[in-house]
């Protein structure tokens, strides 16, 4: 095994300037103002205000991949960004096209030199951090990144990797899974020279037109399905062009030019407010991009053509000279923070809450001014002389990536740097079993499990957890000669009467099941699971809406998920049925496989396995339960009771682990309580399981 190092941070440092991040930007004002001098002497239409939006783009996604909760909708920035990409580019291109000097060649170059060197210096530093970090699992995965960062093409690798329950690679996990942006973003700027020149080509009036109407049609499009193919609306270059498209209207000047200052002023407050407002309102739970994406990204236009001109009011915060100067280093920011964030989060090299927080916001400022300062700048102008070594020096790095990805995939990511348990532990990450081609599939053609000799008599409905527990289930009903449904879709909750904001398609699975139900040839003991605490918290995707109810939920969040859950319990209660609840599992924010791994790795605990914190985190599922109070031919199962014995919950049996990720059990974990289960099953009808 190799040793990890850990990371050891002077915090008496702290106190001199010199090292303090303010210190650090101090230390460099007068050499980014000199730059910046001559930089805009080159650059008469330089606008400094638009590094101020880069600031305000970049610091939204950065403190919202810190600190989650402090800047729910944060994530917005990155829109903020393909509107300033769209503005400038479509600028230089529509200035050079018309003066009759625009090369394809020089264009890329330009390009070239602007997003290759800082992205190469972040893919070398990622790439070498992960040998020393990362499980065998994730390291493949940031190779493969690696190799799709380079050619432009990383959103559409997590895209096509973004197979949610039985990828053993989690994105999250991921440090290069910011790069998805910069995909689009390449992508876009492919394509978009040569469509500008076969637009300058359109008889005049139709410009503005055709132009409009393509924006429209890609917003339009991603509206139409975000609800239904959510993944490919967020990674995909057909449903983010708009946003791109509305800066190039900007730049054609088909937005009519404001010339009073008042209306400047009121024109950036009211898009900074709406940027500001899409930051804090916006949650996971808001469907997006598509029409929700249009108050970010007008947002950002109102503030670029409000400062056309003079700035003046709020908007003079854009040119604050620090603002100023976030926004010059906000591109090597945004590569830097989230490889530092994943991985010093994955080795838990710094404390955890606002401390470990403000250590990688610091950590990735000041590797941002270093790389923006001696990375970024020295490539941007070009030097004839050094072409040739420049482009050397690219090929090289790009073909190292491809090779190290390629010796990643056939050593199993390396798999040889770890000890021969810890390679088991991340084993354990994949789903393994029989059932998975169960797994969604509609109700008419659901799998039955247990003896398929005789007819189903009951019903297992969940989501992925009813799946995760089926290798018990069907076990157990083999003994006892009985057979069940499997209804199991991917994060759909065994509730009645519910909307589900981001997984639309649970209303109508649900329904289907309720119609089973009612049948007259329908099971007669419904088995009920699910991953209770992601339905059970504040902000939650349940709403609640009692069948014949037309008007708005009546509830949602917890109150939502435990009204739907008591009215989905009295409706089968009520025709007679016996309903087993299976409750929640011990649930983990991290894989246990992979914490279990890296504890033996780095010789320290990562997880806190205390019955405390579960109970403190399933508290409103439970709530919801006493609410209800006991029912005749309600079964409650507990497997709190069965994995968490004197205050500390059990992960792991024989040294194999029982979990395949933070919160299913793995096929031994569902085994190993088999027995448990089965006794509960065989009471329905006769006892309370507790």
Known sequence: MRTTAAVGIDLRRSQDPRFSQWGMIATSAAWVHAHRSAHTRDRADYRADIDGLRAVAVLAVVVHHISPGLLHGGYVGVDVFFVISGYLITQIIHAEQREGRFSFGEFYARRARRILPALFAVLVATVAAGWWLQLPSDYRGTLRAA????????????????????????????????????????????????????????????????????AIAS?????????????????????????????????????????????????????????????????????????????????????????????????RILTWRPVVFTGLVSYSLYLWHWPVLVLTDYAALVPAGALGGWIVFALSFGLAVLSYRFVEQPFRRPQPATVRMRVAVAASLAGFAVAMAAAGEHTRGFAGRFSEDIVELDLARAQRGDWRACFGRPVDRSCIIGDTTVP??????????????????????????????????PGCPPLADIRHHTNPRCDARNADVMRLLDGASGPRTVVMAGFWSTYFRGGGPIEFLPAGHDGPPVSRGIPGATAALQ??????????????????????????????????ALGRPLLDRSLESQEERHAPFAEALAQLGPRESLYVIHPFKWLCEDGECRVLDADESLYRDGHHLNAR???????????????????VTD
């Open 669 to 687: 974990g569902a085994e190993l309580l088999a027995p448990r289960l089965g006794l509960s099953l065989s009471g329905a009808g006769a006892s």
């Open 219 to 315: 917003l339009a499009l991603a509206q139409a399905l975000v609800k239904w193919y959510p993944s490919e609306v967020f990674y995909l270059l057909p449903f983010r062009a708009w946003e791109f498209l509305v800066g190039s209207a900007l730049a054609l000047g088909m937005v009519p030019v404001i010339n009073r200052s008042w209306l400047k002023s009121l024109l950036c407050a009211l898009g900074l407010a709406a940027i500001g407002w899409s930051c804090v309102a916006f949650t996971e739970a808001t469907r997006f991009p598509g029409a929700s994406a249009m108050l970010p990204v007008f947002g950002a236009a109102a503030v670029i053509h409000a400062g056309s001109g003079s700035i003046a009011g709020p908007g």
């Open 456 to 489: 189903p008599d009951v019903l297992v409905w969940g989501d992925s957890h009813a799946l995760s527990w089926t290798p018990a289930l069907d076990a157990e009903m083999k003994k006892s000669g009985r057979s069940a449904w499997l209804v199991a879709h």
């Open 567 to 600: 009215g989905t319990l009295e409706r089968l209660l009520a025709d007679g049925r016996a309903v087993v609840l299976i409750g929640p599992v011990p649930s983990y924010p991290r894989s246990v496989p992979a914490a279990i791994a890296m504890e033996r």
């Open 147 to 214: 190799v799709a960062a380079v050619f432009s093409a990383s959103n559409l690798l997590f895209w096509s990797s973004n197979r949610g329950y039985f990828d053993a690679i989690e994105d999250r996990l991921n440090p290069l899974l910011h790069t998805w942006s910069l995909g689009v973003e390449e992508q876009f700027y492919l394509f978009f020279p040569l469509l500008l020149l076969g637009w300058f080509r359109l008889p005049r009036g139709w410009r503005s037109a055709v132009l409009v109407v393509a």
